[in-house]
């Protein structure tokens, strides 16, 4: 059973800094792409960040030069290191996998950019 854990949420003003990590377990971390998506009061979830297996990555125009995913294969953890935060970026911040057979999704955690 693929589990994935997010943690690193908070309130943080704007300008300010956040790591989100994904703990993943029930699955061969090293071999699929991870990603994180956010999803905003009122909005549809929306793709932030995208790493694959080799450590290629993209993002999503509005977070580009201020987010960056990595991954850590032998802790099976991915990250979203978040700098100059902006109140646009409050949202609730999920974790993905799509392992062939299924998606999966973690429970998110939650990010508030406000002074």
């Known amino acids: 059973q693929v589990q994935l854990e997010e943690s690193g949420g908070g309130l943080v003003q704007p300008g300010g800094s956040l790591r989100l990590s994904c703990a993943a377990s029930?699955?061969?971390?090293?071999?699929?792409?991870m990603a994180w998506y956010r999803q905003a009061p009122g909005k549809q979830r929306e793709l932030v960040a995208r790493?694959?297996?080799?450590?290629?990555?993209n993002y999503a125009d509005s977070v580009k030069g201020r987010f960056t995913i990595s991954r850590d294969n032998a802790k099976n953890t991915v990250y979203l290191q978040m700098n100059s935060l902006k109140p646009e970026d409050t949202a609730v911040y999920h974790c993905h996998v799509d392992v062939g057979k299924g998606a999966y999704w973690g429970q998110g955690t939650q990010v508030t950019v406000s002074s």
């Open positions: 790493i694959t297996s080799g450590g290629s990555t």
């Open positions: 029930g699955m061969i971390f090293e071999i699929y792409a």
